[in-house]
């Protein structure tokens, strides 16, 4: 018989939830909010002493809290309340995320984090996938021999969710790299042989092959919408169920299948399939399980990186509008900015950098001097040297830089860079005078290609300097305004 769980279904009874905020305003707005849907018994506290009370007097099955709290912090809140219960679902809410803190809080047992200011759908939503998440780990313990907790079962589960955590979260920027990895995931985690992502398209109603595992003519491939396992498919998207099939109800797909959908928000993204047991046995309800967690973070993940993106997008937009005005000013700073962005690109490769900082170099590459917008064009266009005030005043613009990327917290690493990018080795550049390696990596890189291009290329007060210069230039100031390694990596690729 197959078993079915749809993805929208009521909860048998009203979900606790406690909400944690000493911000009066944040909190009404998340008591209002969860409120305003009858599935849920919603109690609040304004610190974390008064929210552990009232966590010891009665079970919640989730608590979301803001970190920062005068007294009892989150993190503490956060330590009392898995300390007491291990399977407490917690949310965790700040203000100031760094990467740190999050991987801190998630080490910790925080399910989730949001970043303030949040969408509120975002975190019903959160709290929807949680609550679902929960339901289904008890209705899976209920099912243990003689309806006794099972600790190895407990043990075994939470770990797995854990690897699922940590798998889907490290996830590279790529999607394409992201659906391998979660149809790599599916068959590990249900010992499965095949598995295949298919895309749904809302406009012609078909699906699109994104992945296929483990067969190279996969069922997959080749369904058609009347075939037995299009019939499947067009179900799980109809009902947004999942669903497993045991039996030879459906001879095409016997032995064993599951079938999960892919949801962004409330809309089908795609069904991901996994076919086959390896020992033969059929799926069962566990199986299903680990798949719906799988599926949930894949979508949560995919869901980020879509809104990530379109944020990225906008704020690179509004960026580039700002280098373009510098650039209608200066025509040197636009090609300036793609040079030392190609050159720097070009070290950190031959220094064997992650992709990550490559693609933080290639943004601060290209708005490294974007704080020149401030400095007055009878300074930038100069066609003389510089006077000691001039000087001073170009020499703000790193600072002024990191003030304009200040506010765009996903920009932090490199907004650093940018602030960085004239500091030099023995700690004389400016504007913080930092030396050696508490320069950021990626600035020291970018300080090379800055200067090697700012030397080759004529300026109006000056003219190009020969390359061989340029170079001995380079040399000569290893370990004094430069870092040796980045020169080094430099003249390799000379
Ligand atoms: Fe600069």
Redesign the pocket.
């Given at each position: 018989m197959a078993i079915k769980i749809p993805a929208e279904e009521k909860y048998k009874e009203k979900k606790k939830i406690l909400v944690v905020d000493d911000y009066l305003p944040t909190r009404r707005l998340i008591v209002d909010a969860l409120d305003q849907s009858s599935q849920y018994e919603v109690n609040e506290a304004e610190n974390g002493e008064e929210a552990l009370q009232l966590f010891n007097e009665d079970n919640y099955d989730l608590v979301i809290s803001d970190i920062m709290m005068p007294g009892m912090s989150g993190m503490d809140l956060l330590n009392r309340i898995r300390e007491k219960n291990l399977f407490a679902a917690v949310i965790m809410i700040t203000g100031n995320p760094t990467v740190d803190l999050t991987v801190s809080a998630i080490k910790k047992g925080a399910v989730d984090f949001l970043t303030k200011p949040f969408d509120i759908d975002d975190l019903l939503f959160k709290v929807d996938i949680h609550l679902r998440g929960k339901s289904l780990l008890a209705a899976d313990s209920a099912d243990t021999i003689s309806g006794h907790t099972n600790l190895q079962d407990q043990s075994d589960e939470l770990s797995k969710q854990g690897y699922i955590f940590d798998s889907i979260d490290d996830s590279p920027l790529d999607n394409d790299v992201i659906f391998e990895k979660i149809a790599a995931l599916a068959l590990k985690l249900v010992d499965g042989e095949v598995c295949s992502i298919l895309l749904f398209d809302e406009q012609d109603n078909e699906f699109h092959t994104k992945v296929v595992k483990g067969e190279s003519e996969g069922i997959t491939r080749n369904y058609k919408h009347s075939s037995a396992l299009g019939m499947v498919f067009n179900e799980v998207i109809e009902r947004k169920e999942a669903v497993v099939i045991n039996s030879n109800e459906h001879p095409d797909v016997s032995p064993s299948l599951i079938c999960a959908p892919l949801m962004i928000r409330n809309s089908i993204l795609g069904i991901l399939s996994v076919r086959k047991k390896k020992n033969r046995e059929i799926f069962n309800k566990k199986d299903l399980h680990h798949i719906l967690s799988l599926t949930k973070r894949a979508s949560l993940n995919l869901e980020n990186k879509i809104l990530y993106e379109s944020i990225y997008s906008n704020i690179m937009d509004t960026l580039k509008s700002l280098i373009s005005s510098i650039q209608a000013r200066d025509h040197y700073t636009e090609a300036h900015c793609q040079r030392v962005t190609d050159i720097s690109l070009k070290i950190a490769t031959q220094m064997n950098c992650s992709t990550k900082d490559m693609e933080s170099l290639k943004i601060a590459g290209v708005l490294?001097?974007v704080g020149k917008i401030a400095v007055p064009d009878s300074i930038l266009l100069k066609p003389d040297k510089l006077t000691l005030e001039e000087f001073l005043i170009i020499k703000n613009?790193?600072t002024i830089g990191e003030n304009i990327l200040r506010p765009v917290i996903l920009l932090e690493k490199e907004r650093k860079i940018i602030q960085c990018?004239?500091e030099r080795w023995d700690g004389k550049g400016y504007p913080l005078g930092i030396a050696g390696m508490e320069i950021p990596c990626l600035a020291r890189i970018l300080a090379v290609a800055?200067s090697f291009d700012a030397m080759t290329n004529n300026r109006p007060y000056r003219p190009a300097m020969p390359l061989n210069k340029a170079i001995d230039e380079l040399v000569n100031n290893k370990n004094t305004q430069f870092d040796e390694e980045v020169v080094n990596a430099f003249l390799k690729l000379i």
């Open positions: 490294h001097d613009h790193p990018h004239h800055d």
